[in-house]
């Protein structure tokens, strides 16, 4: 079945520490992917999106993911993490086909990151 | 830019009342706009994507004559949840896209409803 996962439900780091959250999709031809976050009770904002070209993508907030379509995977990263990071994290794929038309965003199910000082 | 205002963002009222969530596209025009619902601690659930000036299409399982939405602008959409029970109780969430291939959607704020 087509599907977006998230392994880590939740993840707790160490503020200034290194950051990565997975993501892995399963679908036949590779989607649109994008990454939110969601602070609580608010809406959710893109950080970056990736539809073709160099699989490193460079984010807002100092986040960047990188596509590996051997993996199936779109894992988000941060070298240094800091307090404000802490948030919910939604990794969210558009299937190959829709982009120009219905755009329908298909959710993982988030990973939850808090931030130790 | 790509800004989406959605009003209110809490609201309590008494069971069987109808609830209005306004969505607008403030920078924008969002010929597409979506409705998500989200459960505590769980992810986002599409409810429906809504058109300027034509019928919204409803995921299945989603009750269309509950859940009624209007696309009349370019600019806003409304959610009504009609004669609300405590299980329509939710987190809503809008979105909206700009005209064009690739288009990212743009999220509201979210509005928290809370049926008595």
């Known amino acids: 079945a087509q599907s977006v996962t998230q392994p880590d439900i939740h993840i707790t780091v160490s503020e200034g520490a290194s950051l990565e959250l997975r993501c892995n999709y399963s679908?036949?031809?590779?989607?649109?992917l994008f990454w939110y976050v969601q602070s609580p009770g608010q809406g959710l904002q893109l950080l970056l999106k990736?539809?073709?070209?160099?699989?490193l993508v460079q984010g807002i907030k100092g986040f960047e993911a990188e596509f590996k379509r051997s993996q199936s995977s779109f894992n988000l990263r941060k070298p240094s993490v800091h307090w404000s990071d802490a948030a919910e994290y939604f990794c969210?794929?558009?299937?190959?086909?829709?982009?120009?038309?219905?755009?329908?965003?298909?959710f993982g199910t988030g990973t939850l990151l808090a931030v130790q000082p | 830019g790509a800004v989406v205002s959605q009003h209110p963002s809490r609201v309590i009222c008494k069971s069987g009342t109808s609830v209005k969530i306004e969505c607008r596209s403030l920078?924008?025009?969002?010929?597409?706009m979506f409705w998500y619902r989200q459960f505590p601690k769980q992810s986002l659930m599409l409810m429906a994507t809504?058109?300027?000036?034509?019928?919204?299409?409803?995921e299945q399982g989603v009750e269309k004559d509950k859940f009624l939405i209007n696309h009349a602008s370019l600019t806003l959409s409304t959610l009504t949840v009609t004669s609300a029970h405590p299980e329509d109780s939710s987190f809503y969430i809008c979105?909206?896209?700009?005209?064009?291939?690739?288009?990212?959607?743009?999220f509201g704020d979210g509005t928290r409803l809370s049926i008595l």
């Open positions: 979105s909206a896209r700009d005209w064009g291939v690739n288009q990212p959607q743009h």
């Open positions: 809504s058109n300027e000036g034509s019928k919204a299409t409803y």
């Open positions: 679908y036949g031809a590779t989607p649109y």
């Open positions: 969210a794929v558009v299937p190959a086909g829709q982009g120009g038309a219905t755009n329908k965003l298909i």
């Open positions: 990736y539809f073709s070209g160099d699989t």
């Open positions: 920078d924008f025009q969002a010929t597409t």
